[in-house]
């Protein structure tokens, strides 16, 4: 049987809004700002230190080929620059300062994640406060749109042009490299294969 | 360059500052900076060497609820990111060259920023007030924005030199990629 | 090889509901009976009403109310006519739902299509100043969708709503299409259409292989939460809704009104299938993704199948997962773009089984005549109608990010090579092949001639807007 609906009258969460200061062309800059705890911090220290050396990184965030650049920064307290500020920001928490460059609206970005590896999620942010770790998506959604810095102004020097298509382009670019290369000195016939062969090679980019 | 650099992926780096903004000058910044054009006619497209970044403003952060101490902002912070090509000294360079005057205009409104006319000072307020990455990570970590533009005009060159050969002789074929793409790469 | 969690047992989060997979009874006298169920029909019509008075419209919607067709099974071969009721945001307002309840309804639907056109792809030929009258402008208010066993019964419909509407003051038709099957039962491109509907948990239609989500080497139902709101969605918990009595047994429905430029497709399958290796023929089939008599490409990529067709444990068993490449079904196909499947990219179906749609939609137009390649001046297409229990997370992926956009598959801005409405004219299909093979230019051979976004109310929502009795 079905269960009754939980009472939803507040305005549901919108699709992606005009102009929101962190979209350009196809691409959406999510920056998240959201507290650690502290007995997670030294686990967290370490795997960011290991992802630089083994490419976590590359098999489980880029594999997706829809994030550009993407950043992890955490710490405790902002700079400080004397009057007329009024005092150091100390936080009672490590602040883990998030940032991705990628394609499409975000709610498809997060899908990707609660879906795909929602093991990642909770192990980089699960360990922040009350934090609603994948799966499901909407919750994580929902999180997402309350702690998404908005505003501000975002540039992109491709701004519509998506990772898949950079690395087509370079793919064909590569492939063409080679081609000229061994292509030297081949008759004709030779020649149409290796150029067949190239094109087979690269046509996910064409 | 430092070996074990987290702010490099390749031969992009990051850049991440933090400038608290003088109390009472929030919205005159907001104004601002969402008042730049966006496109070829930002004022970033003239920074070669960038590939993408943001400009916003933190006023507070969101409470979690639940157990959480909340933390209350005493400053608001202009947060300006930056991935770009190369190193930090090269690419401060370029915005005091460039866009001197868009990049006082916006941080003039910060706590004893100095200008970019004392480049030197220039560059020791950005260092300081930026956040070293844990983990940056990048698509393409070999490619600069130049060798990406160059690949999707190349990449374009080879579909039409597709579609206008499909179906000529092995000779003809030939003779046209030699003539087409012998100096292209 | 992607690194993909499976579902992960430990870590879950308190609260979440368990996913087994119970059996769901959807409340089929409260739901008007088209979004589980396809009619056959070999008439119908879509007719736009505009209310002029408050009043006297909700009384002929009270009027209406009994008539209305719901989900429960018919008995024999069922009534000579079915009519189901949706209204636009514009005709919610009218009929003076409170703010309150008005806010809780979705941006989109609250914009409506025409507000949305740079981002559906709604340009030039096809941009909201040059639809039909009556849609797009906020006078469209409620749509009435008549189906008949002939046109007699139709008409009778037709008129009564004409007339009475226009005696009583209460209501005036703004905007009407016919929409006639083809004899062949194909559509005006010469296709064999609305072979692939999701499978929806609990409707009672017995699914074919493939109609679902991909499960094991099987397939299983999507969740009915996609398609109708107050049930559980693929993402385990409700889909978020308007509040009550919209919150349950409805739906929010898309209509677009697509001209097909028959002709135009004739000559473009002329020229570029003389020129491409495998013959227009085929050609027709790598734009599709079928051929024409229904033939799924990733099945039978050589030649259409009869024994295929004739099957309906075959027609539509296929994925994407084997194929990666495109070298059977090309990555820019209609069918493959329009629902993925468990294409890799796709993550087996993971970033995909929450876009699914239900398409009722229906040919109108008399045919263009048999190997006629010069547009002979009438209007005909395809009126495209899907429900779907979020406008935005379903109809505009698809149409938005997969059909008018190509980067979700790694295909840049090339745009769907059936439906899809190049910038310039000019766009280009590649069909991945060995060698692969580009067509450019590939031109576009629909038009948009008008559409809306509807709310499709449950019986008891229905009764509440015309009476303000609630169940």
Known sequence: MTTAPAERTAAPTAPPSRNPGNVHGRMTALTLFSPVRLKWRPVQKVAFWLGKYVPLAQTHILQFDFIHYVRWTVFRDFPYDGPPQPKRDRLNYPYLFFESNFDGPWQHYIDAFAYCIPGDIRFVWGRGINFPGPPPAEPLKRWIAENSREGGTYYQAFPNTGVKEVKGALAVRDGLRRLVVESKGLSPEEFKAAYERFLHEVQHGL | ?185 | ?471
């Not at chain 3, 009721?85 to 309840?101: H, I, K, S």
């Not at chain 3, 050589?302 to 004739?310: F, G, R, S």
């Not at chain 3, 006629?372 to 698809?398: H, K, M, P, Y």
């Open chain 3, 1 to 471: 090889m992607a690194y993909v969690e499976e579902t992960p047992r430990q870590g879950r989060p308190f609260g979440l509901p368990s996913r087994r997979r119970e059996e769901v009874e959807i409340d089929a006298a409260d739901i008007q009976g088209n979004v589980i169920r396809g009619y056959s029909y070999p008439t119908a019509a879509y007719i736009w009403l505009r209310i002029d008075d408050v009043d006297r419209g909700k009384a002929l919607l009270a009027r209406m109310l009994d008539r209305i067709t719901t989900g429960e099974l018919w008995e024999g071969d069922g009534p000579a006519t079915a009519i189901q009721l949706a209204f636009t945001y514009a005709g919610l307002e009218r009929l003076g739902v409170p703010e309150d309840v008005l806010a809780t309804f979705p941006e989109e639907f609250r914009e409506g299509m025409a507000a949305r056109a740079d981002l559906l792809g709604d340009r030039g030929a096809s941009a909201p100043e040059r639809w039909e009258a009556g849609l797009g402008t906020g006078e469209a208010h409620v749509l009435v969708t008549v189906w008949a066993i002939d046109n007699e019964h139709l008409d009778e419909v037709r008129e009564e709503l004409r007339a009475v509407g226009a005696q009583a003051g209460a209501t005036t038709v703004i905007n009407e299409t016919h929409a006639e099957a083809l004899e062949s039962g194909h559509d005006h491109f010469g296709f064999y259409d609305g072979i692939a509907q999701p499978a929806v948990r609990g409707s009672g239609v017995a699914a074919r292989p493939g109609d679902g989500l991909r499960e094991g080497n099987g397939w299983r139902d999507v969740e009915t939460g996609e398609f109708l709101l107050g049930y559980r969605d693929e993402d385990g918990d409700l889909p978020e809704a308007p509040a009550a009595p919209f919150d349950r047994n409805g739906t929010f429905m898309v209509y677009r009104k697509l001209a097909m430029d028959v002709a135009a497709f004739r000559r473009y399958l002329e020229s570029a299938g003389r020129a491409y290796p495998g013959g227009p023929e085929l050609l027709a089939a790598k734009i599709v993704g079928r051929w024409r008599d229904g033939t799924p490409l990733a099945v039978s990529p050589d030649a259409p199948d009869p024994d295929v067709v004739q099957d309906p444990a075959r027609i539509n068993d296929f994925g994407y997962a084997d194929d990666p490449k495109g070298l059977r079904c090309p990555i820019s196909s209609h069918i493959r773009r329009a629902n993925p499947r468990d294409d890799r990219r796709f993550f087996g179906g993971r970033l995909s089984r929450r876009h699914r749609i239900v398409r009722r939609g229906r040919t109108y137009g008399p045919p263009l005549e048999e190997g006629a390649l010069e547009d002979d001046g009438a209007e005909r297409g395809l009126v495209f109608v899907c429900f779907a229990a979020s406008i935005w997370r379903q109809f505009e992926t698809i149409q938005r990010l997969w059909l008018d956009d190509g980067d979700a598959f790694g295909l840049g801005s090339d745009k769907d090579p059936l439906v899809g409405c190049p910038a310039d004219g000019a766009g280009k299909l590649t069909i991945q092949g060995d060698p692969p093979y580009i067509v450019s230019p590939h031109p576009g051979f629909v038009t948009m001639r008008g559409g809306e976004y509807l709310f499709q109310p449950s019986i008891g929502a229905l009764r509440w807007l015309a009476t303000g009795a609630r169940d």
């Open chain 2, 1 to 185: 360059m430092k070996i074990f650099d987290h702010d490099r992926a390749g031969v992009a780096s990051a850049l991440t500052t933090f400038a608290p903004i003088i109390p009472g000058e929030e919205e005159t910044v907001r104004e601002l900076i969402e008042a730049l054009p966006q496109g070829e006619e930002s004022p970033f497209a003239r920074l070669p060497q960038l590939h993408c970044s943001r400009l916003h403003i933190l006023r507070e952060l969101q409470y979690q609820g639940g157990g959480q101490k909340p933390d209350e902002l005493a400053s608001s912070y202009l947060v300006f990111t930056s991935s770009y090509d190369g190193e930090l000294d090269d690419y401060l360079d370029t915005i005091c060259d460039e866009i001197p005057e868009e990049a006082d205009s916006w941080w003039s409104h910060c706590v004893a920023y100095p200008g970019t006319a004392d480049r030197a000072a220039f560059k020791r307020y950005i260092r300081s007030h930026h956040r070293k990455t844990s983990l940056f990570a990048a698509a393409y970590p070999p490619e600069t924005v130049q060798s990406v533009r160059d690949a999707l005009e190349l990449r374009r060159r080879v579909v039409d030199f597709v579609v206008d050969t499909q179906g000529l002789s092995a000779a003809e074929l030939q003779r046209r990629f030699d003539e087409t793409f012998a100096e292209a790469v």
